[in-house]
T-cell receptor, first 112, second 113 residues
């Protein structure tokens, strides 16, 4: 299995600011994903982040809004830029290990 | 367009009885299906999976059934326990393993003591 931690666990931010979310894994993994869960909705994949390459974004998500870093095989960051209330969500980091996908505890973001 | 659908947002079951959670999908390219359980303030936890080459997979109290012709899968929990109360997400992948998952909207299961 994989143990994943995220920082911060929650934050309240003002409109127009940016927040960087950190994801740390207890072992080296190739594939890392960032998901968003808006209130009352399903988990939606934002992007796939593989070490040594540019992140691949899903339809509806762009790098300018959600820049991602993946400096090594155990760490990644997701930045939510120029936030609006519509960005209020839980953001989850996820990794694939041993053929299964594991999730971090999530970062609950509220934008006022 | 929702490719994975969980039409029941909530389900209540008496302790000791069977819980049946349902999931439908529309994408014929999906060949790997998973169930995740999520408690409040925690990330989803992998529960059980099934490949499209099987129609049943069992792990203790949890059994997943896959009906490919109907594009339907279900999770059975027998017997249900109060600790099973959580949100259950159905997920699907077209890559033969748990990558780039498409999730359903979840079903809140409440097991009543």
């Amino acid at each position: 299995s994989a143990v994943i931690s995220q920082k911060p666990s929650r934050d309240i931010c003002q409109r127009g600011t940016s927040l960087t979310i950190q994801c740390q894994v207890d072992s080296q993994v190739t594939m890392m994903f960032w998901y968003r869960q808006q209130p009352g909705q399903s988990l939606t994949l934002i992007a796939t982040a593989n070490q040594g390459s540019e992140a691949t974004y899903e339809s509806g998500f762009v790098i300018d809004k959600f820049p991602i870093s993946r400096p090594n095989l155990t760490f990644s960051t997701l930045t939510v830029s120029n936030m609006s209330p519509e960005d209020s969500s839980i953001y989850l980091c996820s990794v694939v290990k041993g053929g299964e996908q594991y999730f971090g505890p999530g970062t609950r973001l509220t934008v006022t | 367009d929702q490719q994975v659908k969980q039409n029941s947002p909530s389900l209540s079951v008496q302790e000791g009885r069977i819980s049946i959670l349902n999931c439908d999908y529309t994408n014929s390219m999906f060949d790997y299906f998973l169930w995740y359980k999520k408690y409040p303030a925690e990330g989803p936890t992998f529960l059980i999976s099934i490949s499209s080459i099987k129609d049943k997979n069992e792990d203790g109290r949890f059994t997943v059934f896959l009906n490919k012709s109907a594009k339907h899968l279900s999770l059975h929990i027998v017997p249900s326990q109060p600790g099973d109360s959580a949100v259950y997400f159905c997920a699907a992948s077209g890559l033969g393993s748990a990558r780039q998952l498409t999730f359903g909207s979840g079903t809140q299961l409440t097991v009543l003591p």
